[in-house]
């Protein structure tokens, strides 16, 4: 259940069947002359989108904006603080609580040390507020890394 293309009955009805939702998070930077500056979103949006197809899990419109420290003298890279980061994944976190969720997998499309370590800083501090709220932070890129090991072309660098 796409979150921005129900209703709110659709919503109603399926958090009948799930309290489950993905939170997808990119970035807005370069990745090569080739790819557009939102692949990261585009990318855990899409998986995330996938995931949805294949069990009952709601899943929130992605975040675009991601921390960006390598690559934000790269024409295109648009990045936010680290601090941003985490108060609007508090609010968003909460404010979906508030409606009825309880499992939560926040999901960053963007490698960046900084943020996944903001997402996690975060889910703690939640986990320690909502006694009955479960909340995982992952990395796309951690989690398919094994997948393409042999297609990376620069050695140590699967940005591009």
Known sequence: MILEQISMDEFAAGIKKTRTVIIPFGSVEEHGPHLPLGTDTIHVYEVCKEASNRIPVFVAPPLFYGVCRSTRNHSGTVGIRATTLRALTADVVVDLYRQGLRHFLILSGHASGLQVASLTEV??????????????????????????????????????
């Open 123 to 160: 889910g703690e501090e939640l986990l320690g507020t909502y006694p009955d709220i479960r909340l995982a932070v992952l990395s796309i890129i951690e989690l398919a890394s094994a997948l393409w090991r042999n297609e990376i072309v620069t050695k140590n660098d699967s940005h591009a």
